[in-house]
């Protein structure tokens, strides 16, 4: 089939090759002429595992190309658009300027019987706005949620564990008849994964619209639960990763995701509950989502609560300390720094008259043009010379696998705060470490 993907990010980018893989011909466009030209080459535009690799081998093909011209998109049997849904800035409520400008461009172009399949993550009641602006083409619009994880986006792609489809249906609730072609045709693009048995959700728009945020708000409530019970375990003595444990091996509740620490971050799990709680006011349930503004609140303590950390293992005081931050990305695997619990703390650290180093195998440099102000190194012995703290604050592998001997020959003094809870105690302990972390004693 002839695929064009509007927005070229981190979605799109992943979307456009991994389909190109499955065979189809794809088009990707973006208003970014520089993304667009270093896609062309065959080079990412940021860092995601064995995307390069997937680009390279789909550009050798011919069946995966990219414009900055919309009407390239042409032509196409399914337009998905996969353009970002930023925070609007002082609000929670999610931006669809570049949404709305996507269908406004495509619009000219498309033709009776043309697919516009939604992937963006927007708020519930987006698609039927849609739907009824390109109703006049005969075009019709389908709503596939994206469900990739940073890290492991060309894997969820080809691999997904779900498919969700929310298509036009009538009183019933039963898809009409432009709803069953459009079913049709995209069970022919993902007619790949769906020979590999994964699940398919066929359903409305609304409820395909809730889907992503509705599951980003469940993982963001879970990590914050246990982030809670953290602030218990440090005022009883208790250990919060042996309490995970153990109520891990509930079957309903499931160790996964119950990881105490700095918390969450990155592009999606905090626009989104902030998006959704707006959302829930505009529709006059404002009640129903208060709960997020909790998860929301723990989730950011957690961030105050690291500094304390800091100053509490230098005595009262981190002016003039040395501090070495060993990641700037929000999650391992990713050179995505935006809302990075591991950047928020060193900014804050910095700010309170410390004088830090941030370190991070990918994204130093999103880092640097985030935060001009902190000081940067290119591995964690350099960040970490002559620090009077270490900080552990992405849990890249390298990181958690370092040797305590190895830091304890550049530092000043051996105090290590783990912010992901990954390292052992015990370990860093014996090499005459002051180990520090949240919910542990």
Same mark, same amino acid.
């Given at each position: 089939?002839?695929?064009?993907?509007?927005?070229?990010?981190?979605?799109?980018?992943?979307?456009?090759?991994?389909?190109?893989?499955?065979?189809?011909?794809?088009?990707?466009?973006? @208003?970014?002429?520089?993304?667009?030209?270093?896609?062309?080459?065959?080079?990412?535009?940021? #860092?995601?595992?064995?995307? +390069?690799?997937?680009?390279?081998?789909?550009?050798?093909?011919?069946?995966?190309?990219?414009?900055?011209?919309?009407? *390239?998109?042409?032509?196409?049997?399914?337009?998905?658009?996969?353009?970002?849904?930023?925070?609007?800035?002082?609000?929670?409520?999610?931006? !669809?300027?570049?949404?709305?400008?996507?269908?406004?461009?495509?619009?000219?172009?498309?033709?009776?019987?043309?697919? @516009?399949?939604?992937?963006?993550? @927007?708020?519930?009641?987006?698609?039927?706005?849609?739907?009824?602006?390109?109703?006049?083409?005969?075009?019709?619009?389908?709503?596939?949620?994206?469900? !990739?994880?940073? $890290?492991?986006?060309?894997?969820?792609?080809?691999?997904?564990?779900?498919?969700?489809?929310?298509?036009?249906?009538? =009183?019933?609730?039963? +898809?009409?008849?432009?709803?069953?072609?459009?079913?049709?045709?995209? =069970?022919?693009?993902?007619?790949?994964?769906?020979?590999?048995?994964?699940?398919?959700?066929?359903?409305? #728009?609304?409820?395909?619209?809730?889907?992503?945020?509705?599951?980003?708000?469940?993982?963001?409530?879970?990590?914050?639960?246990?982030?809670?019970?953290?602030? !218990?375990?440090?005022?009883?003595?208790?250990?919060?990763?042996?309490?995970? *444990?153990?109520? $891990? #091996?509930?079957?309903?509740?499931?160790?996964?995701? !119950?990881?105490?620490?700095?918390?969450?971050? $990155?592009?999606?799990? +905090?626009?989104?509950?902030?998006?959704?709680?707006?959302?829930?006011?505009?529709?006059?349930?404002?009640?129903?989502?208060?709960?997020?503004?909790?998860?929301?609140?723990?989730?950011?303590?957690?961030?105050?609560?690291?500094?304390?950390?800091?100053?509490?293992?230098?005595?009262?005081?981190? /002016? $003039?300390?040395?501090?070495?931050?060993?990641?700037?990305?929000?999650?391992?695997?990713?050179?995505? @720094?935006?809302?990075?619990?591991?950047?928020? /703390?060193?900014?804050?650290?910095?700010?309170?008259?410390?004088?830090?180093? /941030?370190?991070?195998?990918?994204?130093?440099?999103?880092?640097?043009?985030?935060?001009?102000?902190?000081?940067?190194?290119?591995?964690?012995?350099?960040?970490?010379?002559?620090?009077?703290?270490?900080?552990?604050?992405?849990?890249?592998?390298?990181?958690?696998?370092?040797?305590?001997?190895?830091?304890?020959?550049?530092?000043?003094?051996?105090?290590?705060?783990?912010?992901?809870?990954?390292?052992? +105690?015990?370990?860093?302990?014996?090499?005459?470490?002051?180990?520090?972390?949240?919910?542990?004693?």
């Amino acid at each position: 089939m002839r695929l064009s993907v509007i927005g070229c990010g981190y979605l799109g980018a992943v979307h456009a090759a991994s389909m190109a893989q499955l065979g189809h011909e794809v088009i990707g466009i973006d @208003v970014d002429l520089k993304k667009v030209d270093a896609l062309r080459a065959g080079r990412a535009p940021f #860092y995601e595992p064995g995307l +390069p690799e997937l680009l390279t081998e789909v550009g050798a093909t011919g069946r995966l190309t990219f414009s900055t011209d919309i009407a *390239d998109a042409a032509g196409a049997d399914v337009h998905f658009i996969c353009v970002g849904t930023p925070q609007v800035h002082g609000e929670f409520r999610a931006d !669809l300027t570049f949404v709305n400008a996507a269908v406004e461009a495509l619009v000219p172009h498309l033709r009776p019987g043309d697919v @516009v399949a939604g992937k963006s993550t @927007v708020p519930v009641g987006t698609a039927e706005a849609i739907a009824e602006a390109i109703s006049a083409t005969g075009a019709v619009l389908v709503w596939n949620p994206e469900f !990739l994880r940073e $890290g492991f986006a060309v894997e969820d792609t080809l691999h997904p564990d779900r498919l969700v489809y929310g298509l036009p249906t009538d =009183d019933d609730g039963e +898809p009409t008849a432009e709803g069953s072609k459009a079913r049709s045709v995209l =069970d022919e693009v993902y007619a790949t994964p769906l020979s590999e048995d994964t699940p398919l959700v066929v359903t409305d #728009y609304a409820t395909a619209q809730l889907v992503k945020v509705a599951a980003n708000s469940f993982l963001a409530t879970k990590i914050s639960f246990i982030n809670a019970m953290a602030e !218990l375990c440090e005022s009883t003595g208790a250990d919060v990763t042996r309490l995970a *444990d153990a109520i $891990g #091996y509930d079957a309903r509740i499931g160790r996964r995701f !119950l990881n105490a620490g700095l918390g969450f971050g $990155g592009g999606c799990l +905090p626009k989104d509950i902030r998006a959704f709680m707006a959302r829930a006011g505009e529709l006059g349930v404002s009640d129903a989502l208060s709960f997020l503004r909790e998860v929301d609140s723990i989730n950011m303590r957690r961030r105050v609560r690291m500094v304390d950390l800091a100053r509490e293992v230098c005595h009262g005081s981190i /002016v $003039g300390k040395r501090i070495a931050v060993l990641g700037a990305a929000f999650k391992p695997d990713s050179d995505d @720094v935006r809302d990075s619990p591991a950047l928020s /703390v060193a900014a804050q650290m910095q700010l309170q008259g410390a004088h830090v180093t /941030v370190t991070d195998p990918q994204a130093v440099a999103n880092a640097r043009a985030k935060w001009p102000d902190l000081h940067f190194a290119d591995t964690a012995l350099e960040a970490a010379k002559d620090a009077d703290v270490v900080l552990l604050a992405t849990e890249w592998t390298e990181y958690c696998e370092i040797e305590p001997d190895a830091l304890a020959a550049v530092v000043a003094h051996r105090r290590i705060l783990d912010g992901r809870n990954v390292l052992k +105690p015990a370990h860093w302990r014996a090499a005459g470490w002051t180990y520090r972390a949240l919910g542990r004693p």
